[in-house]
């Protein structure tokens, strides 16, 4: 009866804790060759040896994935084996030199020798959890990150439009743990702009149907991404409905069901901005005609201000006012397009300027020409129409 143990840390334990993907374990690895003599474990080995060491995949099984090295040297899937020179001093006991499995998942160590002055010996750990180091995430469209964090920012993507979502399971040197199967992941969506009063959330499809809704004061939601595959889950349709700005934040809650928690660095999305601006006549606005001051009302076509003779006598007495409306790709209006997120000024307006009389014709039976001065309008959140009391507009429209 004998055989070999795989013992962890200065106490010697039989069983070896959980570790972190790419990273040397957290206590020292040791194995031991033993043997009974009548009922007594005794040590076995002195010296160096050469034992065949394995690691063996248990969840997910198989021989994909990263490697676990052994001070460096890689050491074999199960059932294949790597020879590697041990010295085993008191107690039998050898010290395995910084040991990383640079690959998430549930691993199994074992051990076996056999030379001629000894019959097969083999032995091997328990199985435990090797989790990656950290989540990354990343939002992008055609190869440039959406990661605009002020409203002033010049990286923009159109509220309810497709981008890129991207969750990448990393180990401690930034290596993909191809073998990472989820646990419980959780996302924190934040508003970080707007959120002035009367701002409101817009919500973030983030994996097929699924949405999380954008707060001011989040906490961390159970979610389910497109399933990962080789350690990256990627969703080309993510979208945000609303105008603004966004934090993300996401970690892996209890992975391995074994309450191991998988932290992410949270990273900011934005800015979005509207798709589309439709246009709405509120007020056709009202002609008045006078070429001097005894008359009102009254023009010839053609005849101009008698005080200036610079302008034409037709002019509006009432302007004309339009509602502009702001919406996403999906035509729903854009709340949020208002205050600092409102870009767009009196100057972007563009007035065709009318050159014919589009009823009125000559002798030559063409329409009649005419000229006119047009200037920019006022832009304004608030009802400009005439029989107005100027009141605040619903948001998302000027």
Not at 294 to 307: L, R, V
């Amino acid at each position: 009866n004998a055989g070999f143990r795989f013992l962890s840390g200065a106490g010697n334990e039989t069983t070896l804790p959980n570790q972190t993907s790419g990273a040397v374990f957290s206590d020292t690895l040791k194995l031991q060759a033993v043997q009974d003599e009548n009922g007594v474990c005794t040590g076995l080995f002195t010296g160096n040896h050469d034992i065949d060491l394995s690691q063996e995949n248990v969840e997910p099984g198989g021989t994909n994935g990263l490697n676990f090295t052994d001070d460096g040297a890689i050491i074999a899937k199960h059932s294949s084996v790597s020879s590697t020179t041990l010295n085993f001093g008191a107690q039998s006991i050898a010290i395995i030199p910084t040991p990383i499995y640079h690959d998430a998942g549930q691993i199994r160590l074992r051990a076996s020798y056999d030379q001629a002055s000894v019959t097969m010996l083999s032995g091997s750990s328990n199985t435990f959890w090797v989790s990656p180091a950290e989540l990354q995430v990343s939002a992008s469209l055609g190869g440039t990150a959406l990661n605009a964090a002020t409203a002033n920012a010049t990286v923009t993507h159109e509220a309810g439009g497709d981008f890129d979502l991207r969750v990448t399971a990393l180990n401690s040197l930034g290596v993909i743990t191809q073998n990472y199967s989820p646990g419980q992941i959780q996302l924190m969506l934040t508003r970080t702009g707007p959120i002035l009063t009367g701002s409101v959330d817009g919500n973030l499809r983030y994996g097929g149907g699924s949405m999380i809704a954008a707060s001011v004061s989040p906490a961390f939601q159970n979610a389910t991404l497109t399933a990962f595959s080789s350690g990256v889950s990627a969703y080309n349709a993510a979208q945000y409905s609303e105008v603004g700005l966004l934090n993300l934040d996401i970690q892996d809650s209890n992975y391995a069901s074994a309450n191991i928690v998988i932290p992410a660095t949270a990273i900011n999305i934005g800015r979005f901005i509207p798709d589309y601006f439709t246009q709405t006549v509120v007020d056709d606005g009202y002609f008045i005609a006078t070429c001097n001051a005894s008359t009102a009302y009254a023009a010839y076509s053609g005849q101009m201000d008698e005080a200036t003779n610079s302008i034409g006598a037709i002019s509006y007495l009432t302007n004309p006012v339009l509602a502009i409306t702001a919406h996403n790709t999906q035509g729903n209006i854009t709340q949020n397009y208002f205050d600092d997120y409102m870009k767009l000024s009196a100057s972007d307006i563009n007035l065709t300027v009318p050159n014919v009389d589009q009823s009125a014709v000559g002798a030559d039976s063409n329409q009649l020409s005419l000229t006119a001065v047009m200037s920019n309008g006022i832009l304004s959140q608030t009802n400009l129409t005439a029989s107005s009391n100027r009141t605040a507009l619903p948001k998302g429209t000027l």
